[in-house]
């Protein structure tokens, strides 16, 4: 599975929208982009998965660019309750273990 | 809202004795994960299970791990001889769909505590 680079950690005020980047230069073409984030300590929760075109569900938005090197995990409109670490993941097998990376750190402030 | 359920919550163990830790997973599931994070680092992959049968597992799940799945409800974690590096949370998974093309996510349960002293 391809690797992904994310920023350790980004501050975003409450209300407005984080813009969450992901690196993934070496995506193949039937690798799918995931998102996860954890709450302090709790399980992992899925977010959002997309393979080339941009996704929309009620928790955010998925980004990718036209070569899939890159994406975008966008939350609309931040709130102190979406405080997390939040991790890219390229996978070609969603039934297959899930490689974690470091991720990034989201604080949200009021 | 599908659950994963696991317990305990937290057990405290010490050096050398055997823990089991139970998950629940999504009804009906032949097919799940188990992951830990130790304190202040990445999730990492353990094992997966599928069928009563490991499916694939890490470098981590050496010979003092086992997993089973003793009836039809729910599956075990075993650490046979605990270590003072076994201490973390320890987290089990399910694979729900998410897309009409098969596509699944994997739906956390909320973790044991495991604390080695």
């Known amino acids: ?110 | 809202e599908p659950e994963v359920t696991q317990t305990p919550s937290h057990q405290v163990t010490q050096m050398g004795q055997e823990v089991i830790l139970r998950c629940v997973p999504i009804s009906n599931h032949l097919y799940f994960y188990w992951y830990r994070q130790i304190l202040g680092q990445k999730v990492e992959f353990l094992v997966s299970f599928y069928n009563n049968e490991i499916s694939e597992k890490s470098e981590i799940f050496d010979d003092q791990f086992s997993v089973e799945r003793p009836d039809g409800s729910n599956f075990t974690l075993k650490i046979r001889s605990t270590k003072l590096e076994d201490s973390a949370m320890y987290f089990c998974a399910t694979p729900m769909e998410v897309s009409k093309l098969r596509i699944y996510e994997q739906y956390f349960g909320p973790g044991t505590r495991l604390t080695v002293t």
């Open chain 1, 1 to 110: 599975d391809a690797k992904t680079t994310q920023p350790p950690s980004m501050d975003c005020a409450e209300g407005r929208a984080a813009n969450l980047p992901c690196n993934h230069s070496t995506i193949s073409g039937n690798e799918y982009v995931y998102w996860y984030r954890q709450i302090h300590s709790q399980g992992p929760q899925y977010i959002i998965h997309g393979l080339k075109n941009n996704e929309t569900n009620e928790m955010a938005s998925l980004i990718i660019t036209e070569d899939r090197k890159s994406s975008t995990l966008i939350l609309p409109h931040a709130t102190l309750r979406d405080t997390a670490v939040y991790y890219c993941i390229v996978t070609t097998d969603s039934w297959g273990k899930l490689q974690f990376g470091a991720g990034t750190q989201v604080v949200v402030t009021p």
